[in-house]
Structure formats: structure tokens, C-alpha cells
């Protein structure tokens, strides 16, 4: 079965928008977006779908449809145009309807036992609120929440790290062949396998003593290639399409075109041992400028620039055929038009990915570029708290179920982001709460 956007466009893209619906809410989500009667949720999507979908349509449809194209691409570039924030506690919601086993349902709604209620704080530095006593799933790869504040402290070392290394850095990009038929856990399984024995190879520790510099690890100095490896995933008409990113520190003054050619051996046959195939051509790419390291470190862990409705732009054009979408792309799409296809491939994804590291050092790097900071995990990470926060109210448990059942948990931050509890006050009220909320003296 071809996979969209092929499919989707021609088939269930546009059915799902309605033009004359009116604002409402989607799903669980906390967006409020103009969109039709037919939702993921919506038991009459399947039947809809089918009657647009599975027999030639009419002709009178069919100009029906170009006019939902218009409107599918103004809501998705809504969600575009939306705070980044905001989105980002949309697809935390989309996800829980996806997955609704694993902690992202729960992350930011439910209180941590025993706490008398919800707390809402606010960090003067950044000019922003949080929560206080909800848990937090920390799962880097299903929540948009969790992941972002995770990945903004290993962007921050990572850039850390390149500045400190004195030596060439090479940023290595590791993929395999796959087709839209493979699961994602098993291109993933060849892809990490592969990797693991490509660092194994003896032709491994000949590079690392060329091309390597010396460094101590475990008591022992040698010449090793530090690495910090980076798993990344995207989604595209050839399926999932999981692929690894290495940056590579490197003695300065290297042939860095030598290493190339000696690592593109090494990574093909590692591949053809896991018995799968790597095209020697697009397999492994290495580059080395500055500017293209930078760049990556920039953009690393960042929801793409391109928006929902871009990728959207980018599906249809042929140019980006293959090239695929982002994972939050792909949830953005399911919110927005409530594509089947898309849910599927992103809880497939989240399944798979689930307990791999989103970012991993090789032994020792650490302790030579960043030996003051200690590597905290994921969990640590989203534990921990602003130290210069200041207390701005406290929720009771009515309260804060209001707060749920309206979906406005990203806009009661937004309302206490100024500090000003009177603001609070304001928003609150529009819900309906009256009372169970403690403000504190700020
Ligand atoms: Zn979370």
C-alpha cells in the first residue's frame, strides 16, 4: 500500500476540514482550531473516509475537494502560526489519545501523591510560569513537553563540547535501506546493531589510532575518535526512516577525505553484516565545515523551522519525495485532519524508539570536553526546578480539574507568565473557578 503523502493527497487529506465549521475544540487537545466534525474520535471518520475515498467520485466532489485543500492548508498553517508552546502541549495531548498507556497521558495532569494540590510558579529570568507537584513523564521522544526541555540541556552541552574540542569535529550521518513495508523497530534494530559493530571493527581502532587524538579513559591513554551519537527519525513515502548522527572528534589536521573514504568502507560492510544494505552513495555522508556543524548544533533537538503546513508544501512538490516528516510534523498532521495513516506511523514510531537514548557519549569524551557537568538523565533533567523561582498560587483539587477539563493548562501559564495575580484571577474566573486557589504574596 503506498504511504502518504502520496496517498493522503489524493485520498483523505482534505475530508476531514470543513468549510463552514466553526471554532471548536479537537480531541482532548488544548488547541481550538477551526476544524470539521470528523476527528480521530470520531467513530463516523472510517465510513467517511471510505465514501470519499474508495469509489471515483462525482464530479460535483471533486471541486468540493479543491476547495477543502484550501481550507486543510489555512488550518495547518494555524497551528504553524500558533506559540510554540502552545503546540507543543497539543501534541503532549494528541499523543495521550495515541498512547494512552505510556506516562505522556499522565505527564503535567496528574498531581505526585500526596500533594495538596497544583502549584504554579514563575521564573522571573525567562518571564515564564510552570507547574509544581504535577508529574512529568520525561520521555524524550512522546512528549512535546518533556522532550523540548530535555533537548534544549543537550544542545546547550553539545555546543558546549564542540567549542571546547580543539581538534577537527566531523558530522557523520548513518542511514540504511529500507521500504514502506519494514517496521520501524527492525530498521532501527539494524541501524543501532549495525552502528555498535562498525565501533567494534578492528578496522575501527586503525582509525582511531590515524585519525584519533590521545585521551584517558579508565586509566588508559590512547588515540580514540570521541563520538556523541544522536538518533533521529523521520517519516516519509519509503516508511520510517530512523538514521543516526555522529559528531566525531577528530586530531586536528587530519585528511578528513581519507577518513571519509576508510569510514564509508567501514560502515557498508558493517550494515551488510547485520545482513542489510547501505547505498554506498547515500548511505554514510560525513561533512566537516564549520558552518554545517554549527548549523546542526543550532537546529538540534528544535522542532523543524518547517511548520506542518511546510511539510505539507514540501510533500506535494517533488522535489522533497522520500525526504519525509518530522515526527511532531507527523502529530500535527493527525491533530489537524485526523489522518488515520499518520497516527498509526507516529505511535509505530514511539513504540519503537521508546528507551533508546535520544543522545549518547562515547566513554570518557565527557570528562575531557565538559569535566564540571555532570550528565543528568532524562528524568533529572525535567525534575529539576529553577532556583530563582517565585510561588504564585495554589490549586485545589477542584480547581485544577477544571483547569483539565477545560484544556487550558498552556493558558493558565500564559495567564501567570506576567506575575500578576490579578491576571490569574481574570483567567481563572473565564473558566468558571471561583474559589480553591491561594495566591501568594508576589
Ligand atoms: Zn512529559
Redesign the pocket.
Known amino acids: 500500500m503506498a504511504f502518504f503523502p502520496k496517498w493522503w493527497l489524493k485520498k483523505g487529506g482534505w475530508v476531514v476540514l470543513q468549510p463552514d465549521s466553526t471554532l471548536s475544540t479537537v480531541g482532548k487537545s488544548t488547541a481550538r482550531f477551526a476544524v470539521g466534525d470528523l476527528h480521530p474520535l470520531d467513530p463516523g471518520l472510517g465510513a467517511a473516509r471510505q465514501a470519499v475515498g474508495g469509489a471515483p467520485a462525482p464530479l460535483g466532489t471533486i471541486a468540493k475537494f479543491v476547495a477543502k485543500k484550501k481550507i486543510a492548508e489555512a488550518a495547518l498553517a494555524a497551528v504553524a502560526s500558533a506559540d510554540v508552546g502552545a503546540r507543543r502541549f497539543m501534541r ?1 495531548s494528541v499523543a495521550r489519545d495515541l498512547v494512552p498507556d505510556e ?2 497521558a499522565i ?2 495532569r496528574r498531581p505526585i501523591p500526596g500533594a495538596p494540590g497544583v502549584e504554579l510558579w514563575r521564573d522571573p529570568k525567562h518571564a515564564a510560569a510552570h507547574y509544581k507537584q504535577l508529574q ?4 524524550v521522544w ?2 512535546a ?3 523540548a526541555r530535555i533537548s534544549e540541556v543537550r544542545r546547550v552541552e553539545l555546543s558546549a563540547a564542540i567549542k571546547a574540542w580543539p581538534g577537527q569535529v566531523v558530522f557523520i550521518t548513518l542511514t540504511l535501506q529500507h521500504d514502506a513495508l519494514d517496521p520501524v523497530s527492525e530498521v532501527l534494530g539494524g541501524l543501532q546493531e549495525a552502528a555498535r559493530k562498525m565501533r567494534q571493527a578492528r578496522k575501527w581502532r586503525d582509525l582511531e589510532r590515524c585519525y584519533g587524538a590521545e585521551f584517558e579513559v579508565r586509566g588508559k591513554v590512547r588515540r580514540r575518535i570521541g563520538t556523541i551519537r544522536a538518533l533521529e527519525n523521520t517519516c516519509g513515502d519509503n516508511g520510517h526512516h530512523p538514521h543516526q548522527h555522529i559528531l566525531g572528534f577528530l586530531r586536528g589536521g587530519v585528511d578528513v577525505e581519507a577518513f571519509t573514504k576508510e569510514l564509508t568502507e567501514l560502515w557498508l560492510h558493517a550494515v551488510a553484516q547485520v545482513g542489510r544494505f547501505a547505498s554506498p552513495k547515500w548511505g554514510i555522508r560525513v561533512e566537516h565545515t564549520d558552518a554545517k556543524i554549527a548549523d546542526y548544533v543550532a537546529k538540534w533537538g528544535k522542532e523543524p523551522r518547517w511548520t506542518a503546513a511546510h511539510e505539507m508544501t514540501k510533500a506535494s512538490s517533488k522535489a522533497a519525495r522520500g525526504a519525509g516528516w518530522s515526527m511532531s510534523g507527523l502529530l500535527e498532521l493527525y491533530l489537524m485532519t485526523g489522518d488515520a495513516e499518520a497516527g498509526r506511523r507516529w505511535r509505530e514510531f514511539a513504540q519503537a524508539f521508546k528507551g533508546h537514548n535520544q543522545l549518547r557519549w562515547s566513554p570518557g569524551l565527557r570528562a575531557v570536553l565538559l569535566p564540571d557537568e555532570q550528565e543528568k538523565t532524562d528524568q533529572e533533567i ?1 525534575n529539576s526546578s529553577e532556583e530563582d523561582a517565585v510561588f504564585l498560587a495554589l490549586l485545589d483539587m477542584a480547581a485544577w480539574r477544571v483547569v483539565l477539563g477545560t484544556d487550558a493548562r498552556y493558558e493558565l501559564l500564559r495567564a501567570a507568565s506576567s506575575g500578576d495575580a490579578g491576571e490569574i484571577q481574570r483567567f481563572l474566573l473565564s473558566l468558571g473557578i471561583i474559589e480553591g486557589v491561594n495566591y501568594g504574596d508576589a
Open positions: 503532549q506516562r505522556v505527564c503535567l512529568v513523564c520525561g520521555s512522546m512528549c513537553v518533556c522532550g525535567v
